[in-house]
């Protein structure tokens, strides 16, 4: 059984640029979470969607959005780079939502903002 | 403020020992807590997840506890063997609320041959 794959695995941008980062769940997982993390916050939550509907939301500005496709996989955009969004992306899939569900993390994708 | 807090920073220990690794929180109204296994530039891993109701819960040589009323939990790993080294990063999750998952900055644990 495949496991999370995230896309691409590394990339550099640079300030002002756009990214859209891409979340192929676990075959029959409905809920995709994304979550940042960087060595000073650590691991923080993003944003989770569960059959194309967003459930909740972090406590990140607007420049970070995402979507959920009807196939559940999952695409995250961060207009407008700013230095300090270098870092780790993670997503995470669940069978149900991931309120009590065992979260699937995938290897992430690493940005950096130059 | 939700906040959870995990003990210590960075832990080294010899290969075979056993280490204890902790987690405080003021997340409320409380959902589930879960520890998660972290190798270097890798995912998060999955190891326990407890609601309320569970004071305990083993996955091999892992063994969490949950104390509600204290709001601690602590992981426990015996035996401990090289693969363990990693970070060990404990989430809250809010039963209600914006910022439904709170995570712990993790405890780096070296394992030394």
């Known amino acids: 059984k495949a496991g999370v794959t995230q896309t691409p695995r590394y990339l550099i941008k640079t300030r002002g640029q756009q990214v859209t980062l891409s979340c192929s769940p676990i075959?029959?997982?409905?809920?995709v979470s994304w979550y940042q993390q960087t060595p000073g916050q650590g691991l923080q939550f993003l944003f989770e969607?569960?059959?194309?509907?967003?459930?909740n939301k972090g406590n990140f500005p607007g420049r970070f959005s995402g979507r959920q496709f009807s196939n559940s996989r999952s695409e995250m955009n961060v207009s407008t780079l700013e230095l300090g969004d270098s870092a780790l992306y993670l997503c995470?899939?669940?069978?149900?939502?991931?309120?009590?569900?065992?979260?699937?993390f995938g290897e992430g994708s690493r940005l950096t903002v130059l | 403020k939700n906040q959870v807090e995990q003990s210590p920073q960075s832990l080294i220990i010899l290969e075979g020992k056993n280490c204890t690794l902790q987690?405080?929180?003021?997340?409320?109204?409380?959902?589930?807590l879960r520890w998660y296994k972290q190798d270097t530039g890798r995912g998060p891993v999955s190891l326990t997840i407890?609601?309320?109701?569970?004071n305990t819960k083993s996955n091999g040589r892992y063994t969490a506890t949950l104390d509600a009323d204290t709001k601690q939990s602590s992981l426990h790993i015996t035996a401990s063997q090289l693969s363990d080294s990693a970070s060990y990063i404990c989430?809250?999750?809010?039963?209600?609320?914006?910022?439904?998952?709170?995570f712990g900055t993790g405890t780096r644990l070296k394992v030394l041959a």
């Open positions: 995470a899939s669940s069978l149900l939502t991931s309120d009590t569900g065992e979260l699937f």
């Open positions: 987690c405080n929180y003021t997340v409320s109204p409380f959902s589930n």
């Open positions: 075959s029959g997982h409905r809920s």
């Open positions: 969607y569960f059959s194309e509907t967003q459930r």
């Open positions: 407890m609601t309320f109701s569970e």
């Open positions: 989430v809250v999750s809010a039963a209600s609320g914006t910022y439904k998952y709170i």
